[in-house]
């Protein structure tokens, strides 16, 4: 399995970015997918999931403002993040999560905000 992460990328405070997440190498529609963050002084914080059958769900931090949706015609996870905060500054990780329960991870996409 690999997964492709993009869309990151310098934007003020305030404004919008959509991360996307291409997923090869297993049947897409089965996995939940999420995305994680980078946190100080937190190994992983984790951001949004959104399962196999499209039930959502945000870290309070993100909620109302980030929203996770996917395309399994396109084997793509998104992440659009609006009304973007200096403190939103951070490596982001999109994560494969199989039935099974194994995981998956693709490499970060930087998301820099500037007050």
């Known amino acids: 399995v690999q997964l492709q992460a993009s869309g990151g990328g310098l934007v003020q405070a305030g404004g919008s970015l959509r991360l996307s997440c291409a997923a090869s190498g297993s049947i897409f529609s089965i996995n939940d997918m999420a995305w994680y963050r980078q946190a100080r002084g937190i190994q992983c914080e984790w951001v949004a999931t959104i399962t196999s059958g499209g039930i959502t769900n945000y870290a309070d931090s993100v909620k109302g403002r980030f929203t996770i949706s996917r395309d399994n015609a396109k084997n793509t996870v998104y992440l659009q993040m609006n009304s973007l905060k200096p403190e939103d500054t951070t490596v982001y990780y999109c994560?494969?999560?199989?039935?099974?329960?194994?995981?998956?991870w693709g490499k970060g996409t930087l998301v820099t905000v500037s007050s």
């Open positions: 994560q494969l999560v199989r039935p099974g329960g194994m995981t998956y």
